[in-house]
């Protein structure tokens, strides 16, 4: 039994450190560039700490959509999970309101990729599910 207790716990201890690397290796500018109904795009994520900001960008610096948040790391599984919660959005950082709403994406980080599995969590009629590879950003 004791045993058992110290392996669940050192699993534990490892699942909490890992956690704890992804969230420092996370932090900075991401971006990746889509096409939806033939206009191009770009989405551009910055984490800091354990918060966010999220902008839908149309041709060079058009915003059409700004989220910020809080976000968590947890595992389930095999999977690595990020939950953006507690998010307020708009059209612009001066033109926000909360949002009844958390986002939960399955993830995968490479050297400077970012892989995340958004929108399969629950059903939004005007958010379909997608697969996004996003890039770090240079400094």
């Known amino acids: 039994m004791k045993r058992l207790i ?3 716990t050192i699993t534990t201890l490892f699942a909490l450190t890992a956690l704890a690397d992804d969230l420092a290796k996370l932090e900075g500018k991401w971006s990746v560039k889509k096409t939806r109904d033939g206009a191009s795009y770009t989405q ?3 984490i800091k700490k354990d918060t966010f900001k999220f902008k ?7 915003v059409a959509i700004y989220a910020e948040g809080k976000l968590k790391l947890e595992k389930s599984g095999p999977f690595n999970v990020i939950k953006f919660v507690d998010i307020k959005g708009g059209t612009s950082e001066s033109d926000i309101s909360p949002i009844d709403d958390d986002h939960v994406s399955i993830y995968v980080l490479g050297e400077n990729t970012w892989t995340v599995a958004a929108n399969f969590d629950k059903d939004r009629d005007d ?7 996003y890039v770090k950003a240079t400094k």
């Open 6 to 8: 110290a392996l669940a």
């Open 44 to 46: 551009t994520i910055e």
């Open 56 to 62: 839908v960008i149309r041709g060079t610096d058009e």
């Open 127 to 133: 958010q379909k599910p997608s697969l996004d590879a």
